[in-house]
């Protein structure tokens, strides 16, 4: 397996709004994707642009907020009432190889690989077995900037 790139930083929040109004208004950030729901993952959520050279590819922040009380990001906003860093996720070419990959270090994958918000397929990791870091792996979007 090669480490692609960190495609982003998923952060939980209680409100979406406030974040984006945060990213906009005191770290100045000018391309916030419109929030959308993902009913099947039980939350809400967007993306933060941060800017490079070429003005392509840069790594985002994916604001994340629950749908309701059963949402995975329920827990985590429970213990962390701001919200807080969440996930890094790191794109790979191939998710299958990936997979296997990690299958074979011993490293507890949470579900089945599905689509993730960018349309690409995904899995997570085990923070237990990741260094403490819940981290997800996205394959690298074919032909298109995410
Ligand atoms: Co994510």
Known sequence: MKLGRL???GVATPSIAESI???RD???ATAITEPFAMPEQGVKVCF???PT???LNGT?????EPLDDGSPI???LAKNPLGGQHHVCFEVEDIGKAREWFEGKGKRILGPTRIGAHGTPIFFLHPKDMMGQLTEIMETP???AH
Do not use: C, P, R, W
């Open 7 to 9: 495609n982003h930083i």
């Open 21 to 23: 109004a945060y990213y």
């Open 26 to 28: 005191t770290m100045g």
């Open 48 to 50: 933060v642009d941060t």
């Open 53 to 55: 050279d070429s003005g």
């Open 60 to 64: 985002q922040i994916e604001l994340i």
């Open 74 to 76: 329920h827990g985590f």
């Open 142 to 144: 074919k032909g298109a």
